[in-house]
């Protein structure tokens, strides 16, 4: 549940708000100025609801104000809504300039104050939402690679990155599949002064066993059936570069021995071949199975483990790395909207908190995928649970806005809101066009805009 902060002095509307809005926020209350910063510093609600006069001068607004510039010194990004009385016109427009989102005449009505908290916190959440992007970008400014993170997990992943690229160690990716094994190692390869000669990835589960061996070192022509012609080995390939040895746990015992053999020695021998050739390579490893198991089944020898490990990098799972799985989804987001050349701008709140709670089982991989798919299949600008391929239900309204019986008022400007957005979306920004198909002129649009706070690019996430 969203947190709501209430300062008012006076215990009847106190109650009455509380009484109204428990059923859809966690509501937190306060009497005084003190009280609620107090407050405010310890639950860090989205929205506060603030009484302009607040004793000791209740008569003025001077507390109000107050009150207001240090909660928006706290939190610059805070949603305070301001109750006023019907003579304080002018004060509260002053507070909407010093930073209010909004202000609401007493006595409170519940239904329509429950929308404009709504609104105000579906705003918040978006803003956030944006802000996660705006930091990913800020924080990849060359890209790293393009890969995509935030959480501590992926922060210490790249500070190994740039640790390790200058020298030469061998590096040991860990993770599941799908958690970006292989941008690491391209990332390492492109950070490290070998990064303008070859990177050579071999994929040791994909290549059929008995061709393996001529895979890694090349073989003379006439070496076996079929060998019409002397064919340079991989490993050749990678000389002054880097080797991606991927899925190495995959590679069958009597390569790992010749394996080892040529990364002692640096030096290689084409299949039927005797002529030595030096190679100097860097080698970086990755798999996705369980090592330390493989080594005590015997399935993966321990001396080219330590070898090839002598730097270990473990990617956490994806359902482990906190707001980056929302920093990587509105990365997608941006990409495939414009590869596809599709206007979806933003998740609805369910599409958020499915993003939020599935497990990921394919890891960054998936979302890719899954996101690929949901901008080919986004009909309007808005990604939905079932875009994303989701089975459970989409909920097309921000979840806080309460369900149940509204007054005449609100429920007009429910449905005028839906149908301007909706109008908008339709005839992509044109307000000219989306005003004709309603019915109305330009100025009236732009009205009816304005008295319900939208605006024409709202509530979109995406800079441009
Ligand atoms: N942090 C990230 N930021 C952006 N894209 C990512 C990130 N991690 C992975 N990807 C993308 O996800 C896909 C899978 O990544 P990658 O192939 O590197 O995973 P992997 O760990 O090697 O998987 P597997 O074990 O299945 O081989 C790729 O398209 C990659 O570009
Ligand atoms: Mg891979």
């Known amino acids: 549940m969203d947190k709501i902060l209430i300062i008012d002095d006076s215990q009847d509307i106190r109650q009455q708000l509380k009484w109204g809005l428990a059923d859809v926020y966690s509501v937190v209350l306060a009497e005084s100025v003190n009280e609620g910063i107090s407050l405010f510093k310890k639950h860090q609600p989205v929205v506060v609801i603030l009484d302009l006069g607040l004793p000791p001068h209740e008569h003025s607004s001077v507390e109000g104000f107050r009150c207001l510039s240090e909660l928006t010194d706290l939190n610059p990004h805070v949603k305070v809504i301001m109750l006023t009385g019907n003579s304080e016109r002018e004060n509260a427009l002053k507070a909407i300039d010093m930073g209010a989102y909004d202000f609401y005449a007493k006595p409170p009505v519940i239904s329509e104050l429950k929308v404009i908290i709504a609104r105000a916190v579906h705003l918040a959440n978006i803003e956030e939402q944006n802000r996660i992007l705006q930091k990913s970008l800020q924080a990849n400014p060359g890209g790293m690679g393009g890969i995509i993170g935030q959480c501590q997990e992926m922060l210490t992943v790249f500070s190994t990155i740039r640790k390790v690229a200058v020298s030469d160690v061998p590096v040991f990716i860990t993770g599941e599949s799908g958690t970006g094994k292989e941008l690491v190692a391209r990332a390492i390869h492109d950070t490290s002064l070998r990064k303008k000669q070859p990177f050579i990835p071999i994929n040791c589960g994909a290549i059929p066993?008995?061709?393996?061996?001529?895979?890694?070192?090349?073989?003379?022509?006439?070496?076996?059936?079929?060998?019409?012609?002397?064919?340079?080995?991989?490993?050749?390939?990678?000389?002054?570069?880097?080797?991606?040895?991927?899925?190495?746990?995959?590679?069958?015992?009597?390569?790992?021995?010749?394996?080892?053999?040529?990364?002692?020695?640096?030096?290689?021998?084409?299949?039927?071949?005797r002529e030595d050739i030096a190679v100097d390579t860097r080698t970086v490893c990755a798999t996705n199975?369980?090592?330390?198991?493989?080594?005590?089944?015997?399935?993966?020898?321990?001396?080219?483990?330590?070898?090839?490990?002598?730097?270990?990098?473990?990617?956490?799972?994806?359902?482990?790395?906190?707001?980056?799985?929302?920093?990587?989804?509105?990365?997608?987001?941006?990409?495939?909207?414009?590869?596809?050349?599709?206007?979806?701008?933003?998740?609805?709140?369910?599409?958020?908190?499915?993003?939020?709670?599935?497990?990921?089982?394919?890891?960054?991989?998936?979302?890719?995928?899954?996101?690929?798919?949901?901008?080919?299949?986004?009909?309007?600008?808005?990604?939905?649970?079932?875009?994303?391929?989701?089975?459970?239900?989409?909920?097309?309204?921000?979840?806080?806005?309460?369900?149940?019986?509204?007054?005449?008022?609100?429920?007009?400007?429910?449905?005028?809101?839906?149908?301007?957005?909706?109008?908008?979306?339709?005839?992509?920004?044109?307000?000219?066009?989306?005003?004709?198909?309603?019915?109305?002129?330009?100025?009236?649009?732009?009205?009816?805009?304005?008295?319900?706070?939208?605006?024409?690019?709202?509530?979109?996430?995406?800079?441009?």
Request: with cysteine; net charge neutral.
């Open 209 to 273: 066993e008995n061709l393996l061996e001529s895979e890694f070192f090349g073989h003379e022509k006439g070496a076996f059936t079929g060998a019409h012609s002397t064919v340079q080995g991989k490993l050749q390939f990678a000389h002054k570069g880097t080797l991606f040895l991927d899925e190495i746990g995959e590679l069958p015992v009597n390569l790992q021995v010749k394996l080892l053999r040529f990364l002692q020695e640096g030096i290689i021998q084409r299949v039927g071949g």
């Open 289 to 464: 199975i369980d090592v330390s198991k493989a080594i005590s089944e015997g399935k993966f020898r321990e001396d080219l483990f330590y070898r090839v490990s002598v730097i270990s990098l473990h990617l956490p799972p994806l359902r482990e790395r906190g707001d980056d799985i929302l920093l990587l989804a509105h990365y997608f987001l941006r990409l495939f909207s414009e590869e596809y050349k599709k206007r979806v701008r933003r998740f609805s709140a369910s599409a958020v908190a499915y993003l939020k709670s599935y497990s990921w089982p394919g890891n960054v991989r998936e979302l890719r995928n899954r996101m690929q798919r949901a901008i080919i299949m986004c009909e309007g600008s808005t990604i939905t649970p079932a875009d994303l391929g989701s089975d459970q239900e989409s909920e097309e309204l921000p979840q806080q806005i309460p369900s149940g019986i509204y007054s005449l008022r609100e429920a007009r400007s429910r449905v005028e809101i839906e149908m301007i957005e909706a109008a908008i979306e339709r005839n992509a920004d044109n307000i000219q066009k989306a005003a004709e198909e309603l019915g109305v002129s330009r100025p009236t649009f732009y009205d009816l805009m304005k008295k319900h706070g939208l605006r024409k690019d709202w509530p979109g996430v995406i800079v441009e």
